[in-house]
């Protein structure tokens, strides 16, 4: 498994709001966040939300990207998405944190390994650093992350818990 990550806005968003923010430096020895990511994390937290500061984690490092495909910036992607797929496209040995699923498509029509939140979940369990992603899960939703019941099934039968 790859031992470094590159993350979007969403999944530190999530895994923070359910307590699970602290499995990436044991999943991962290092986790990316390009600016435009730190950026959209400071706006949420301005606003008075309770959102991660990558500043506060030492396994964290702001990083951007040297150069960004030029086709990405006509998609419907925010800047944050577009940072993050560029910044993997320069590191293709990082994995990449991603919810969105035109980000994740496009990000995978460009070769880049791609997990969802939900699929940190799953390298928890499989690490032992829960017992069940279920309960997590409903920790999720409960602090706004959709997951459609098709989704919710996989992720349950990946994991053993169907």
Partial sequence: MPDKAISNTSPLLYLHRCGGLAWLPRLFT?????????????????RGFDIPNPEDHSWMKITDPQ???????????????ITAMSLALEHPDHILL???????????????????TLRILLEAKSSGLIESVKPV?????????WVSED????????????
């Fill in 137 to 145: 899960i409903h920790r999720m939703e409960k602090s706004g992350m």
């Fill in 98 to 116: 991603l919810d969105d699923a035109l980000a994740r498509r496009t990000a995978i029509a460009a070769g880049l390994t791609v997990w969802g």
């Fill in 30 to 46: 290092l986790v990316c966040v390009p600016g435009a990511v730190a950026f959209e994390l400071a706006e949420g937290r301005s």
């Fill in 67 to 81: 150069a960004t495909p030029s086709e990405w910036f006509a998609a419907d992607l925010g800047a944050g998405e």
């Fill in 151 to 162: 989704i919710r099934r996989r992720v349950l039968a990946l994991a053993g818990e169907l």
